[in-house]
């Protein structure tokens, strides 16, 4: 009887173990499917608003930041598009549409700050820029 009662110690110290070892993987994979998701999720947004902006599509820009529940303040500082800001970005493509938006919705510090990076741009985006800095 004693060694039946061991068996069954050990028996149950396995399962515990199993079911340990399950429960660390299942975390582990967890953890890592979350880290590296955002950075995924991240860039496609990057990529979406470049997009977005280089084809001055103002309709779907709003619907995708709605959906994704982004505002451009909080997503400008962030974003790059070939190197230079969704301001400047927007005038060097031309975008008079989407960068009116962005000029209307980011603060006047940070359109006064961008100034000169219209003047090589749309005419549209420069009025638009010097209308909200006097705003």
Do not use: W
């Amino acid at each position: 009887m004693v060694f039946s009662f061991y068996n069954c110690l050990n028996l149950l110290k396995v399962i515990k173990m199993k079911k340990l070892l399950l429960a660390s993987t299942i975390t582990a994979l967890t953890i890592t499917s979350v880290v590296s998701a955002p950075q995924a999720q991240a860039a496609n947004i990057a990529q979406s608003i470049c997009e977005y902006v280089a084809s001055d599509d103002k309709k779907r820009m709003r619907s995708f930041l709605k959906a994704n529940k982004l505002k451009v303040r909080s997503i400008f500082s962030g974003i790059q598009c070939n190197g230079k800001n969704l301001l400047e970005f927007a005038a060097a493509k031309g975008s008079v549409k989407t960068g009116s938006l962005m000029i209307k919705k980011l603060p006047k510090k940070v359109v006064s700050a961008n100034l000169a990076h219209f003047q090589s741009g749309a005419q549209p985006l420069i009025d638009a820029a010097n209308a909200r800095i006097s705003s």
